[in-house]
């Protein structure tokens, strides 16, 4: 294992106020947001989409890193080139999403347990042939009645380890993500508590699996209140408990923290993110950074719409939304950033 090259990547993945693009949506979900605007489920539209986002001029600008998806790490754009190649010629590292999906945990109705170890290192040998230098592995936790269970954020954090260790044998650097999900009524301080419990067992097994936390990239939940909770708490309280909640639980020799944006709109997530960094940016151990899926493509996929008519207003989106959360990891992103 090359320590010193796990490192630098995880030091590169949170550097000079860059945060990672999560454009690695499986088919289902891919599919899913495509229904939803009427975009035809093709192998072919994927495509096109994924070579919108990699050929976004400037986009290095703002991102340090994008997560692919297994069907896009070998897609090619249409002149040929490889989409991995794209982002690497771009100055962006490659990832990889690796994990399996999210499946019914047996004997614990409504909980969920990630899957995709079987088969894994010779995986992440190809990959890391391939140019991917990091990989992603989501862990989702669910708040609801007596839930989540001991025997849930175990399971998961176990898994967490097995795949993080994996990942640095392998020379790839371990995006560690699990995702207490903002769905139901629950108050902020119920999320503060399951967070911080999740993380303290996540960080138990990664110890235990012997993974090296400085190659490591943590990527957590925001502590918000659910999407249903009558009281929605300002992003400087977001940011008071979030801060509060990682300092208690998240070791100092982590290099980032990349949040995922979990279904907040664009421009909450910019927002709470620069609350963050506005208040604590220079007492923190870890960079606090941005991770988001939704939060940067959502917009450019709506104005796409599978047109090429849209194609160039759509990158223009894109960059505009991750130059916002440049800005938020600096602390000087603005509502009026958003009057373009
Ligand atoms: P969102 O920012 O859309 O939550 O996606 C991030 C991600 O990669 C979830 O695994």
């Given at each position: 294992?090359?320590?010193?090259?796990?490192?630098?990547?995880?030091?590169?993945?949170?550097?000079?106020?860059?945060g990672?693009?999560?454009m690695?949506?499986?088919?289902?979900?891919?599919?899913?947001?495509?229904a939803?605007?009427?975009?035809?489920?093709?192998?072919?539209?994927?495509?096109?989409?994924?070579?919108l986002?990699?050929t976004?001029?400037?986009?290095?600008?703002?991102?340090?890193?994008?997560?692919?998806?297994?069907?896009?790490?070998?897609?090619?754009?249409?002149?040929?080139?490889?989409?991995?190649?794209?982002?690497?010629?771009?100055?962006?590292?490659?990832?990889?999403?690796?994990?399996?999906?999210?499946?019914?945990?047996?004997?614990?109705?409504?909980e969920?347990?990630?899957?995709?170890?079987?088969?894994?290192?010779d995986?992440?040998?190809?990959?890391?042939?391939?140019?991917?230098?990091?990989?992603?592995?989501?862990?989702?936790?669910?708040i609801?009645?007596?839930?989540?269970?001991?025997?849930?954020?175990?399971?998961n954090?176990?898994?967490l380890?097995r795949?993080?260790?994996?990942?640095?044998?392998?020379?790839?650097?371990?995006?560690?993500?699990?995702?207490?999900?903002?769905?139901?009524?629950?108050?902020?301080?119920?999320?503060?508590?399951?967070?911080?419990?999740?993380?303290?067992?996540?960080?138990?097994?990664?110890?235990?699996q012997?993974?090296?936390l400085?190659?490591?990239?943590?990527?957590?939940?925001?502590?918000v209140?659910?999407?249903?909770?009558?009281?929605?708490e300002?992003?400087?309280?977001?940011?008071?408990?979030?801060?509060?909640?990682?300092?208690?639980?998240?070791?100092?020799?982590?290099?980032?923290?990349?949040?995922?944006s979990?279904?907040?709109?664009?421009?909450?997530a910019?927002?709470?993110?620069?609350?963050?960094?506005?208040?604590?940016?220079?007492?923190?151990?870890?960079?606090?950074?941005?991770?988001?899926?939704?939060?940067?493509?959502?917009?450019?996929?709506?104005?796409?719409?599978?047109?090429?008519?849209?194609?160039?207003?759509?990158?223009?989106?894109?960059?505009?939304?991750?130059?916002?959360n440049?800005?938020?990891?600096?602390?000087?992103?603005?509502?009026s950033m958003?009057?373009?």
């Amino acid at each position: 294992m090359n320590f010193r090259e796990l490192i630098k990547t995880a030091k590169a993945m949170v550097a000079n106020d860059k945060g990672i693009l999560a454009m690695d949506e499986s088919l289902p979900t891919c599919n899913k947001r495509f229904a939803k605007l009427g975009i035809p489920l093709t192998e072919e539209m994927r495509r096109v989409y994924r070579e919108l986002i990699v050929t976004t001029q400037g986009l290095a600008e703002s991102i340090s890193g994008a997560i692919l998806f297994d069907e896009t790490i070998r897609q090619k754009i249409k002149d040929g080139t490889p989409m991995i190649k794209v982002l690497i010629d771009a100055g962006i590292i490659p990832g990889i999403k690796v994990d399996t999906g999210a499946k019914d945990m047996a004997g614990h109705p409504g909980e969920k347990i990630t899957e995709g170890l079987d088969g894994l290192r010779d995986r992440l040998k190809e990959y890391y042939q391939m140019g991917a230098r990091f990989a992603k592995w989501r862990a989702v936790i669910v708040i609801g009645d007596g839930i989540p269970s001991r025997a849930c954020m175990e399971a998961n954090a176990m898994t967490l380890a097995r795949y993080a260790a994996l990942c640095q044998e392998a020379g790839l650097v371990p995006i560690v993500e699990p995702e207490v999900l903002m769905d139901g009524g629950h108050t902020l301080e119920k999320c503060f508590e399951v967070t911080e419990e999740v993380l303290r067992i996540v960080f138990n097994h990664l110890y235990l699996q012997g993974v090296i936390l400085e190659g490591i990239i943590l990527k957590p939940n925001m502590i918000v209140p659910g999407l249903a909770c009558p009281k929605q708490e300002s992003p400087d309280e977001v940011a008071d408990a979030t801060v509060r909640c990682l300092l208690r639980a998240v070791p100092a020799a982590v290099p980032g923290i990349t949040f995922l944006s979990g279904g907040q709109t664009a421009e909450m997530a910019s927002a709470r993110l620069n609350a963050m960094n506005v208040r604590f940016k220079s007492k923190l151990p870890w960079e606090l950074s941005f991770s988001f899926g939704r939060a940067i493509q959502q917009p450019a996929l709506e104005m796409w719409q599978g047109l090429e008519s849209n194609f160039h207003e759509a990158q223009k989106s894109l960059y505009h939304r991750a130059k916002c959360n440049y800005a938020a990891r600096r602390g000087e992103y603005n509502a009026s950033m958003e009057n373009i």
